[in-house]
């Protein structure tokens, strides 16, 4: 078991007892031809939110995955990359696991914590089997996102629990139609990208954010994140990295009280600020990239959980003219 899943359990036992825009292409390898479901360059996938849904193919090859995740909706979306136990499809998923995570959102804006803790128990045991595999961070209505990791054959589901008007995106409509979630198949193929290069190398660990390596540069960014540590909280949220424009003195404290899906307005859709994309919750001792356009001007890198000031997961950066 990976170190992330069991922190997951361990989470998931505590609650049951106490209650990226456009951005440059990938790498690519001399000797490979293009064989990717759905564009020419290696590695590359494109997928898109189209209300609140995602559009995608259903079977790539393995290796280092290039997301171009175009969010062509109204709303802010996410991208997160599960991969769920073998036994466990996505009727499955949708009722054993997102349903209870309405019912709870349910019972906290109705204040009643008993039936917040009555569902949180009706959570099944296979959650603290399920993979994170990082995906496209927060991204605003209409921009592009583009997020690289390394997939290794097997089936995996996108997911995006963003909120509208107090549903989350992942909560099935109703009449056994499927939330904002998406399965796919790597295949053992290798699509034969190779792994980008960075511009700026950041750490995650349970307390901070650090930057280790380059810097954020007005132009093209290619950002790699490395997950020092991996913890699972309270909210069964993880480390990951989000990235956000700063345009006045209040946004980094309304983009942290934001980022707690709990609350009634949090993580819900439109955000109080700008997000450009970043890399969502991956295990211990692995890394990803992210690749985003930036002008000058002010950012802020957070990770979306609760009180991300408090915990120290936030990082301002200032981007300098050229
Ligand atoms: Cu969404």
């Known amino acids: 078991m990976l170190p992330g899943r069991r922190l997951l359990l361990i989470s998931v036992l505590v609650l049951l007892s106490a209650c990226g825009r456009e951005t440059v292409p990938p790498q690519v390898a001399a000797d490979s031809s293009p064989q990717s479901a759905s564009s020419g360059a290696p590695g590359l996938v494109t997928i898109r939110a189209v209300g609140m849904s995602f559009q995608g193919p259903e079977t790539i090859p393995a290796g280092w995955t290039t997301f171009r995740f175009e969010n062509t909706s109204a709303m802010v979306h996410f991208a997160m990359i599960d991969r769920p136990p073998a036994q466990v499809d996505l009727q499955t998923f949708d009722e054993q696991l997102m349903a209870p995570f309405q019912l709870a959102m349910d019972a906290m804006n109705a204040n009643d914590e008993a039936a917040v803790n009555a569902a949180y128990a009706t959570f099944p045991a296979w959650v603290g089997d399920l993979e994170r595999h990082g995906g496209p961070g927060l991204l605003s209505a209409g921009l592009v996102g583009q997020t690289t990791v390394f997939l290794a054959p097997g089936r995996y589901v996108l997911e995006c629990y963003v909120k509208t008007d107090g549903v989350f995106h992942t909560t099935s409509p109703g009449n056994g139609q499927l939330g904002m979630v998406l399965e796919f198949t790597v295949t053992s193929e290798d699509n ?22 380059g810097a954020l540069r007005a132009g093209s960014n290619t950002i790699r994140v490395d997950f020092a540590e991996q913890q699972a909280l309270p909210s069964f949220v993880g480390n990951d990295i989000h990235l956000l424009q700063l345009s006045g003195p209040r946004d980094l404290q309304a983009a942290a009280e934001w980022m707690d899906w709990r609350t009634p307005d949090g993580l819900q859709s439109p955000s109080p600020v700008r997000f450009l994309g970043g890399i969502q919750d991956m295990a211990a001792g692995r ?36």
């Open 192 to 213: 034969g990208a190779l792994e980008p290069r960075a511009n700026a190398r950041f750490t995650l660990s349970n307390s901070g954010i650090t930057l280790e390596e």
């Open 287 to 322: 890394h990803g990239y992210f690749s985003v356009d930036l002008e000058p001007g002010d950012y802020a890198l957070m990770a979306e959980v609760p009180e991300p000031l408090g915990m120290g997961l936030v990082l301002p950066v200032s981007v300098s003219g050229p």
